[in-house]
T-cell receptor
Framework: NAGVTQTPKFRVLKTGQSMTLLCAQDMNHEYMYWYRQDPGMGLRLIHYSVGEGTTAKGEVPDGYNVSRLKKQNFLLGLESAAPSQTSVYFC???????????????FGPGTRLLVL | RKEVEQDPGPFNVPEGATVAFNCTYSNSASQSFFWYRQDCRKEPKLLMSVYSSGNEDGRFTAQLNRASQYISLLIRDSKLSDSATYLCVVNPRPFLNTDKLIFGTGTRLQVFP
């Protein structure tokens, strides 16, 4: 099992450009999440999905869109990148919430994004 | 007040030392608690869950104090390989009716020879 994978690993964008980050998991997890991690801020949830075809906003959704067309994939889009979106982006997945109170999340290796 | 608060450190300790981290959480109805470990420029990985009765995994011991709303992690006989950032993580459900995890900003540990 590859677990959770993310592409690309690193990207540099100019302000106003768009891009899509891809997350894939091969663990048949129902739930998937996108976080951003900034110094001194901890991990903050951007969007999440509780199943194929469904998405929901997290703590910091502005400027991002997501799609979950297939269970194993969760895409994060930046329509018009801004320097404030410079960050490290992590995707995570977990089993159905109903499975366990103590369920953990499995993280991908991250995507480092620099917006100039 | 932050939902989950940790001392950012860094904690600089010699090999073999015992070190303890504390974490406080604001939502008294929180149900699940975890410690994650994050190495430099890597993803967070689950270190251990924290149970009400306390739990131990080798050199690592986690404790939960619901009355005072804090979680602790004790590392005995520190190794160089323990150097990392330790994230305190809380699942605040059912209060927020969600399974979203709340992450602390992390406590950095540096073990030196």
């Amino acid at each position: 099992n590859a677990g959770v994978t993310q592409t690309p690993k690193f990207r540099v964008l100019k302000t106003g450009q768009s891009m899509t980050l891809l997350c894939a998991q091969d663990m048949n997890h129902e739930y998937m999440y996108w976080y951003r991690q900034d110094p001194g801020m901890g991990l903050r949830l951007i969007h999440y999905s509780v199943g194929e075809g469904t998405t929901a906003k997290g703590e910091v959704p502005d400027g991002y869109n997501v799609s979950r067309l297939k269970k194993q994939n969760f895409l994060l889009g930046l329509e018009s990148a801004a320097p404030s979106q410079t960050s490290v982006y992590f995707c995570a997945s977990s089993y159905s919430i109903a499975a366990s109170v103590s369920e953990t999340q499995y993280f991908g290796p991250g995507t480092r994004l620099l917006v100039l | 007040r932050k939902e989950v608060e940790q001392d950012p450190g860094p904690f600089n300790v010699p090999e073999g030392a015992t070190v303890a981290f504390n974490c406080t959480y604001s939502n008294s109805a929180s149900q699940s608690f975890f410690w994650y470990r994050q190495d430099c420029r890597k993803e967070p990985k689950l270190l251990m869950s924290v149970y009400s009765s306390g739990n131990e995994d080798g050199r690592f011991t986690a404790q939960l104090n619901r009355a005072s709303q804090y979680i602790s992690l004790l590392i005995r006989d520190s190794k160089l390989s323990d150097s990392a950032t330790y994230l305190c993580v809380v699942n605040p459900r059912p209060f927020l009716n969600t399974d979203k995890l709340i992450f602390g900003t992390g406590t950095r540990l540096q073990v030196f020879p």
